[in-house]
């Protein structure tokens, strides 16, 4: 179902918004604000209504709350002084007063399915859970089949990421297999941003935190790049748990561990860029950052990625996250995983090199290598490598 309002076409299933015909990037909560206001349009929806369906229950101020209508409105093309599609009721809540057209779509019986990375992905069940610190985490389950769980990398936002043209095509193919589960680490996305302790440490205690929730006796581990080593940590502590490893561009050894002078100045580089340009479009920052990540990436998803980096975290917090991940060092670990393991990784990447996918294959026992003809730090729906990555994944768990 689709529905029209003023010079506006809304596609839940799609996560679509657009405004005019072009197309509008919204933050989640705003689409899933205008999503609802609009499936309530008979009603007043109150403040306590709009935190139960939209922010499912946590608390929000009334700061917040306002930033989000005045985005919707925005979005749509409505002011608070018009409030022509959006009506303020003064003591009573908000809204929707546009008239709406609703399609009911039906699909051509003589069109082809749709792609891997077209699938309409179902609605994400996210839940909240708590480390022994005190850290509330967000963790986000979708999908049917054997439990995959997804470590937290550097940055993440379990919204953001389900609806984003560099994640979602992997996630909503991965979610059609098996019953994915991830979740935002402490100090970005929905989990908690204050927070005193960013560590390895940390890092691990979050996963195992998520990971005691899973009800299943054993599951797959997948992690990506920064989530590699504390899905290593895992698979070590508990073995009895993990049922496959998949790591993909990771590396046992952070920039700050490797002894070469060239890595630890990039290090420091990347950090003082990422202080003054952290979510901004055309800065120093975000040019050295698409180079470098997603060389092969179009402006709609370098777009994307700096909308994620702006609703993930600030870029203070992003540089401490960046600083801990810089002194990772868990080769030891490596000779004493005794779960089957699969490594993939881009031969061009520019952000974790080759060698320390090599590393990692070479020194976990038994473990197979995967390479990718690939300069993207994250494969890219469209490359032929995309595709090389996802069957890997599925024929290993699905196989081993």
Same mark, same amino acid.
């Given at each position: ?202 890092? =691990?205690?979050? &996963?195992?935190?998520? /990971?005691?929730?899973?009800? *299943?006796?054993? %599951? !797959?581990?997948?992690? +990506? ?113 005794? =779960?089957?393991? &699969?490594?993939?990784? /881009?031969?061009?990447?520019? *952000?974790?090199? %080759? !060698?320390?996918?090599? +590393? ?41």
């Amino acid at each position: 179902m689709q529905f029209r309002f003023g010079q506006c076409s809304l596609d839940p299933a799609r996560r679509e918004l657009r405004l005019g015909g072009a197309a509008v990037t919204v933050e989640p909560q705003v689409f899933d604000l205008i999503e609802f206001l609009v499936r309530q349009r008979d009603h007043v929806v109150s403040r306590d209504a709009l935190i139960e369906n939209v922010w499912h229950g946590r608390i929000v101020s009334e700061s917040t709350l306002a930033t989000r209508i005045n985005a919707a409105r925005k979005a749509i093309g409505d002011d608070g002084t018009r409030q022509a599609l959006i009506k303020t009721i003064p003591r009573k809540g908000v809204r929707f007063i546009g008239e709406v057209h609703e399609d009911h779509a039906k699909p051509d019986a003589g069109s082809p399915a749709p792609s891997a990375g077209e699938t309409i992905a179902p609605r994400q069940d996210i839940r909240f859970c708590q480390t022994p610190d005190g850290i509330t985490l967000p963790v986000a389950s979708v999908g049917h089949g054997p439990v995959l769980l997804k470590t937290s990398n550097w940055i993440n936002h379990i919204e953001y990421d389900w609806i984003s043209p560099i994640f979602s095509p992997l996630f909503a193919r991965l979610g059609s297999r098996f019953h994915l589960t991830r979740y935002d680490g402490r100090g970005n996305g929905l989990a908690d941003r204050n927070v005193e302790d960013i560590s390895f440490a940390a890092f =691990v205690r979050d &996963l195992e935190t998520v /990971a005691a929730a899973i009800t *299943v006796p054993r %599951f !797959a581990l997948l992690g +990506l790049s920064q989530g590699c080593a504390t899905a290593i940590a895992y698979a070590v502590s508990h073995p009895e748990r993990v049922s496959h490893l998949v790591l993909y561009g990771g590396y046992s050894e952070g920039r700050n561990r490797r002894g070469e002078a060239a890595d630890d100045e990039k290090a420091q580089a990347f950090l003082a860029m990422m202080r003054q340009g952290w979510g901004e479009d055309g800065t120093a920052f975000m040019r050295a950052f698409s180079s470098i990540y997603l060389p092969s990436g179009t402006p709609e998803q370098i777009k994307w990625f700096a909308d994620m980096q702006r609703a993930a975290c600030s870029g203070e917090m992003a540089a401490r996250l960046r600083q801990a991940c810089d002194d990772i060092d868990v080769t030891a670990l490596l000779p004493r995983i005794t =779960v089957p393991t &699969l490594v993939i990784h /881009a031969r061009h990447d520019n *952000v974790v090199p %080759f !060698a320390q996918g090599r +590393l990692l294959a070479s020194s976990i026992p038994g473990a197979r290598l995967v390479t990718l003809d690939s300069e993207n730090h994250v494969p890219l729906f469209g490359e032929p490598s995309w595709d090389l990555f996802v069957s890997a994944i599925e024929d290993f768990i699905g196989t081993s």
